[in-house]
């Protein structure tokens, strides 16, 4: 058995959906929008940890250099 509801219905509490038992199973389907920009940022973690790990690795190299060429 399976219905839908309508959050922004005043008659939600009438409906029979709306006491939860036990193992009843709430599915809430996303947003078109939210949908569509899930799936272009999936990689802008990895992205922005490959470019901090670059950005570390290149200040010390240059904190290396400069030590080195102070002495």
Do not use: C, E, F
């Not at 922004?8 to 949908?35: A, E, F, K």
């Amino acid at each position: 058995l399976y219905g839908k509801v309508n959050l922004h219905d005043s008659s939600l509490t009438s409906s029979p959906y709306y006491y939860l038992q036990q193992n009843d199973v709430v599915y809430v389907s996303p947003n078109d929008i939210r949908q569509d920009n899930s799936k272009y940022n999936q990689n802008n973690g990895y992205k922005l940890s490959v470019i901090s790990t670059v950005i570390s690795g290149l200040s010390v190299i240059a904190s290396l250099v400069i030590a080195l060429s102070v002495k």
